[in-house]
Every structure is written in structure tokens, then in C-alpha cells.
């Protein structure tokens, strides 16, 4: 319990709790800046070295994967226009192709569709001697 009157070590003052609290912080300051030290930096310098390469490689993976995707996306949309032009030039082929078609194509140069149907040609057995 505590006795006013009597005279103890432990005094309680507002000024005490706060250097409890900051002296830990200058502690681990302290530490933190220790570890940053020169020597530190030149052991580990290899390793910092080899985080950047990492670093380099992997914003040079991410640009190469985007150049990449936009390629394929250029290559998809050229065969989307490949396909829709294929198709529109085979549906024009089978009108231009059709009977009547012919007929009105060959006109101007004089030709005319038969109206008498092909005779077949049929090849006799040649005669035993």
C-alpha cells in the first residue's frame, strides 16, 4: 500500500512514463539504424542486386505479356475480317455461278444455252478377227 509519508525510491511522476516510452523507441531506432550500417549494406549487396533483377524481370515479363495479348487481339480481329471477307466472296461466287447467271453473263459476247440436250457417245466393241 502506499504510505505519503514515507520516503521511497520510486517516486511516480508524469515525466517518468514518458521516458519508459520513448526509450524504447531509441532503442529500436537505434537497432534499425545499426543494421543499416555500411558493412551491412556492402554483405548484403549481392542480394539487393539480385532483388532488382528480379524486379527488372518481372515489370520486363509483364510488358512482354501485354505486347502479346495485343498481338493476339490484332491476329483475332485480321481473321475476323478474313472470315467475314470469305464468306461474302464464296456467297457471291455461288449467285455468280448459278444457271441463269451464266446465261446473262455470256450474252454480250454472243453465246446462247442449248436448248437440245447432250447426246451420249457410245464406244461399239471392237470386232474379233
Do not use: C
Not at 11 to 37: C, H, Y
Not at 46 to 70: C, P, T
Not at 97 to 114: H, N, T
Amino acid at each position: 500500500m502506499y504510505n505519503p509519508t514515507e520516503n521511497n525510491n520510486e517516486t511516480i511522476s508524469p515525466n517518468a512514463d514518458e521516458k519508459k516510452a520513448v526509450a524504447p523507441k531509441k532503442n529500436t531506432i537505434r537497432a534499425f539504424g545499426e543494421m543499416l550500417s555500411y558493412d551491412w549494406i556492402l554483405n548484403n549487396l549481392g542480394f539487393f542486386l539480385f532483388l532488382s533483377a528480379l524486379a527488372v524481370l518481372y515489370i520486363a515479363n509483364g510488358h512482354m505479356a501485354d505486347n502479346r495479348i495485343r498481338r493476339i487481339n490484332d491476329t483475332a480481329r485480321k481473321l475476323k475480317d478474313l472470315q467475314y471477307e470469305y464468306k461474302t466472296i464464296k456467297s457471291e461466287m455461288m449467285f455468280r455461278s448459278r444457271e441463269s447467271e451464266l446465261v446473262k453473263a455470256a450474252a454480250p459476247i454472243g453465246l446462247e444455252a442449248d436448248s437440245v440436250p447432250p447426246m451420249k457417245i457410245k464406244m461399239m466393241a471392237p470386232p474379233a478377227n
